[in-house]
T-cell receptor, first 116, second 112 residues
Framework: AQKITQTQPGMFVQEKEAVTLDCTYD???????LFWYKQPSSGEMIFLIY??????QNATEGRYSLNFQKARKSANLVISASQLGDSAMYFC?????????????FGSGTKLNVKP | KAGVTQTPRYLIKTRGQQVTLSCSPI?????VSWYQQTPGQGLQFLFE???????NKGNFPGRFSGRQFSNSRSEMNVSTLELGDSALYLC???????????FGPGTRLTVL
């Protein structure tokens, strides 16, 4: 079963507008971590933001925020005031943090294109 | 603090050969994971090492192996290379399982 689902293979957004990248996850472990990474065309994966399953508030990191809806098992990434440099692949990832040290699961990614 | 480093950055091999890729994690990080990334299959988990022990393994054939040294540096080896092994191999390190992974720049392997 797919652990992480990103349903948007590609998205376009106008520069300076906000954009939401969807991510849903599947786990039965009550303790888990959710991560978002950015991969520009250069290939390097860049960590953006983290949300723990027990965190009461949505994580924010500069222009990035994570819309965490635990009951719906969704962890959408919101990028405010998009910039041309935001054009990249974005990956959602999850890791169960229970008794079994589980591996990271990555989604298939969303390719974001920011238009000038 | 230096980031994750991977060597070599680019590699060209022929079918049947073997290859060894190296990864140096961020200082103090004990966990190292390896991933294979291809346009068709996306990002696929290979294995994870923590304090020299393999903790998790993905669904790859036995031709893919790895190890971690006492200084947390890690190597992965692919024997009897196949054309389908052409990919970007990413190494990532984290302090422990509760923290985010930091990725290296990757090694782009081309098998001819």
């Amino acid at each position: 079963a797919q652990k992480i689902t990103q349903t948007q293979p590609g998205m376009f957004v106008q520069e300076k507008e906000a954009v939401t990248l969807d991510c849903t996850y599947d786990t039965s472990d009550p303790s888990y971590g959710l991560f978002w990474y950015k991969q520009p065309s250069s290939g390097e994966m860049i960590f953006l933001i983290y949300q723990g399953s027990y965190d009461q508030q949505n994580a924010t990191e500069g222009r990035y925020s994570l819309n965490f809806q635990k009951a719906r098992k969704s962890a959408n990434l919101v990028i405010s005031a998009s910039q041309l440099g935001d054009s990249a692949m974005y990956f959602c990832a999850m890791r169960d943090l229970g008794d079994n040290f589980n591996k990271f699961y990555f989604g298939s990614g969303t390719k974001l294109n920011v238009k000038p | 603090k230096a980031g994750v480093t991977q060597t070599p950055r680019y590699l060209i091999k022929t079918r049947g050969q073997q290859v060894t890729l190296s990864c140096s994690p961020i200082s103090g990080h004990r966990s190292v994971s390896w991933y294979q990334q291809t346009p068709g299959q996306g990002l696929q988990f290979l294995f994870e090492y923590f304090s020299e022990t393999q903790r998790n393994k993905g669904n790859f054939p036995g031709r893919f192996s790895g190890r971690q040294f006492s200084n947390s540096r890690s190597e992965m080896n692919v024997s009897t290379l196949e054309l389908g092994d052409s990919a970007l191999y990413l190494c990532a390190s984290s302090f422990d399982e509760y923290n985010e992974q930091f990725f290296g720049p990757g090694t782009r392997l081309t098998v001819l």
